[in-house]
């Protein structure tokens, strides 16, 4: 999985880096591995902002989540984006399942 990172309002940071890369490996689940995410890290002085932005067989999935820490605000971001994508499994799961109802004439 490929993570690209954006940092606005304060110098890149290794730690944060490595972080999300490894918060970013839990996606792979609902993701091949050639997929690219789009990360932006932001220090707004009062609170830390993380949006990720993904886009896989025509959807985009964008989370933005913002917090005092963050670590808390990636772990809270990755987690968003995980529901997002299980959702989107399971209603393609349903469409294709092709259910049928049977019809009981009386």
Same mark, same amino acid.
């Given at each position: 999985? !490929?993570? %690209?990172?954006?940092?606005?309002?304060?110098?890149?940071?290794?730690?944060?880096?490595?972080?999300?890369?490894?918060?970013? $490996?839990? +996606?792979?689940?609902?993701?091949?591995?050639? %997929? @690219?995410? !789009?990360?932006?890290?932001?220090?707004? $002085? *009062?609170?830390?902002? *993380?949006? +990720? @932005?993904? =886009?896989? $067989?025509?959807?985009?999935? *964008?989370?933005?989540?913002?917090?005092? !820490? +963050?670590?808390?605000?990636?772990?809270?971001?990755?987690?968003?984006?995980? =529901?997002? +994508?299980?959702?989107?499994?399971?209603?393609?799961? $349903?469409?294709? @399942?092709?259910? @049928?109802?049977?019809? *009981?004439?009386?």
């Amino acid at each position: 999985m !490929n993570v %690209t990172i954006r940092f606005k309002g304060f110098e890149s940071s290794e730690a944060a880096k490595t972080y999300l890369e490894e918060r970013a $490996k839990k +996606l792979i689940k609902f993701l091949p591995p050639t %997929t @690219t995410v !789009n990360a932006t890290l932001e220090d707004d $002085k *009062v609170r830390k902002i *993380v949006e +990720l @932005t993904l =886009r896989h $067989k025509g959807a985009e999935y *964008v989370v933005k989540q913002e917090s005092d !820490n +963050l670590t808390t605000s990636i772990d809270d971001a990755v987690d968003k984006l995980m =529901r997002q +994508l299980s959702r989107a499994k399971d209603k393609k799961q $349903k469409k294709h @399942t092709g259910v @049928t109802k049977e019809v *009981v004439e009386m």
